[in-house]
């Protein structure tokens, strides 16, 4: 408990410096920097491979790191013990254990390996299983395994909960729940890092996105500044001698004013004007076909679009 509240009065949750992995000769965590306070809500983006779950998998003790230094609770977790271990929440990307308990006996079974646990009804209740608390793990479908994941994260009270892809699988009421779920966890003052191709999701959920490329970090901000101002300018759309056209400006009033003065037609409307201000998403996919094209000619991709079809890969591919 001395060991608690001195970690949390005088450093942050979490704090790496100069992380380094290798499997083999690939390098899957390159020199990354990662720091978050306590409290905070920090989502950590990245395409396949770019070494999150590796990351995220040091934090929690699971992995031991090439080089770098590691402080998570103050403690490095490579040599960690129990009582560090109570203070941490993981859902990890895939488990299938004890899968012929029923979710309440698998929550309970849980919950008696934490010095101050959670309610295990009230949290079966939480993450909305109340109605299948007598049915065996094996005979859930994939979104309310991924749902008894989270409840077996969280049911030990964690003051840092690590989430590794949590809502895959998950159908758009159970997102939402899920997210509220977050919030409310948050609100209590929980520690939260979530890994996750859902853009949407790190920008509901997030205080703080840091996006990993190549093993070390990219871009980092809050989810509606990441990239800088110039990133999130609106881009203004219309049609021009039946061709498509479009420009990024900070001053999209002045350009609509101009386009009406020389372009409406006789309905006083300009064909085809739209105005798009850059989403996360675009931001996020604009930062990492940057990555890729900083990282050699061969892995350049010439624009967002193919970006978008990698994620798209990727959520319908889990
Ligand atoms: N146990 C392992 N042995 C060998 N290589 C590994 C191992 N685990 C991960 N890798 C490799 O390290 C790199 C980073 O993997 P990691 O799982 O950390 O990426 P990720 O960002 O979490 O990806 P995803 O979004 O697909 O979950 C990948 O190239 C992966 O193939």
């Given at each position: 408990m001395t060991t608690s509240m001195h970690s949390r009065t005088t450093s942050p949750a979490i704090e790496v410096v100069g992380l380094h992995k290798r499997y083999g000769s690939h390098a899957a965590v390159d020199g990354l920097d990662l720091r978050v306070e306590h409290g905070e809500t920090v989502a950590i983006l990245g395409p396949n491979g770019a070494g999150k779950t590796t990351t995220v998998e040091i934090l929690e003790g699971f992995r031991r790191p090439d080089a770098g230094t590691v402080r998570v609770l103050g403690t490095d977790p490579a040599h960690a013990g129990r009582q560090w271990r109570d203070r941490i929440g993981v859902v990890l990307q895939d488990s299938r254990d004890q899968a012929e308990l029923t979710v309440r006996e698998m929550v309970r079974h849980f919950a008696g390996y934490y010095s101050a646990p959670r309610d295990p009804d009230a949290v079966v209740e939480a993450v909305g299983l109340a109605a299948k608390a007598g049915a065996r793990a094996r005979s859930l479908s994939g979104g309310q395994r991924r749902r008894l994941d989270i409840a077996l994260g969280i049911v030990g009270s964690p003051e840092?909960?690590?989430?590794?892809?949590?809502?895959?699988?998950?159908?758009?009421?159970?997102?939402?729940?899920?997210?509220?779920?977050?919030?409310?966890?948050?609100?209590?003052?929980?520690?939260?890092?979530?890994?996750?191709?859902?853009?949407?999701?790190?920008?509901?959920?997030?205080?703080?996105?840091?996006?990993?490329?190549?093993?070390?970090?990219?871009?980092?901000?809050?989810?509606?500044?990441?990239?800088?101002?110039?990133?999130?300018?609106?881009?203004?759309?219309?049609?021009?001698?039946?061709?498509?056209?479009?420009?990024?400006?900070?001053?999209?009033?002045?350009?609509?004013?101009?386009?009406?003065?020389?372009?409406?037609?006789?309905?006083?409307?300009?064909?085809?004007?739209?105005?798009?201000?850059?989403?996360?998403?675009?931001?996020?996919?604009?930062?990492?076909?940057?990555?890729?094209t900083a990282s050699g000619p061969s892995a350049a991709a010439p624009g967002r679009h193919p970006d978008t079809h990698d994620l798209t890969t990727t959520e319908t591919a889990r």
């Open positions: 840092l909960l690590f989430l590794d892809e949590p809502t895959t699988g998950f159908d758009p009421e159970a997102r939402r729940s899920f997210w509220e779920l977050v919030r409310s966890l948050r609100g209590d003052g929980t520690t939260v890092v979530l890994t996750t191709h859902y853009l949407d999701e790190a920008a509901a959920l997030a205080d703080r996105v840091v996006v990993v490329t190549a093993g070390r970090v990219a871009a980092e901000g809050t989810p509606t500044s990441l990239g800088g101002p110039e990133a999130r300018r609106p881009v203004v759309h219309w049609t021009q001698d039946g061709a498509a056209r479009s420009e990024r400006t900070a001053r999209p009033t002045a350009l609509v004013a101009e386009l009406a003065a020389s372009l409406a037609l006789d309905d006083g409307e300009v064909p085809g004007l739209r105005i798009e201000t850059p989403t996360l998403e675009d931001v996020y996919l604009d930062l990492v076909s940057a990555g890729r």
